[in-house]
Nanobody, 120 residues
Framework: QVQLVESGGGLVQAGGSLRLSCAAS????????MGWYRQTPGNQRSLVAI???????NYGDSVKGRFTVSRDNDKNTVYLQMNSLEPEDTAVYYC??????????????WGQGTQVTVSS
């Protein structure tokens, strides 16, 4: 089993910044994609940003130019630097990682979520 532990959420004023972290632990052989999704009440979870093991990135349209995803593959950790935050960024942010265990069995795991609230 893979455990994803998120940190860094909180309350910030519009225009401010936050940095989220997510560390994966378990009997991991490789993590392919690792990144962030967010969800607001009554809506589906949507892509914020992901990064492949090779360093390619994909961002949701609403965060391009404001958020930056990065990874430390040695630490199995992904980060999300969020700048110029807007009230519309208020959501629960979930870390996601997929890859293989040492047994070669695949996994696709989610963190417990961390609340980000942006006040106007």
């Amino acid at each position: 089993q893979v455990q994803l532990v998120e940190s860094g959420g909180g309350l910030v004023q519009a225009g401010g910044s936050l940095r989220l972290s997510c560390a994966a632990s378990g009997n991991i052989f490789v993590i392919y994609n690792m990144g962030w999704y967010r969800q607001t009440p009554g809506n589906q979870r949507s892509l914020v940003a992901i990064m492949t093991s090779g360093g390619s990135t994909n961002y949701g349209d609403s965060v391009k130019g404001r958020f930056t995803v990065s990874r430390d593959n040695d630490k199995n950790t992904v980060y999300l630097q969020m700048n110029s935050l807007e009230p519309e960024d208020t959501a629960v942010y979930y870390c996601n990682a997929n890859g293989r265990f040492m047994s070669m069995r695949t996994f696709d795991s989610w963190g417990q979520g961390t609340q980000v609230t942006v006040s106007s």
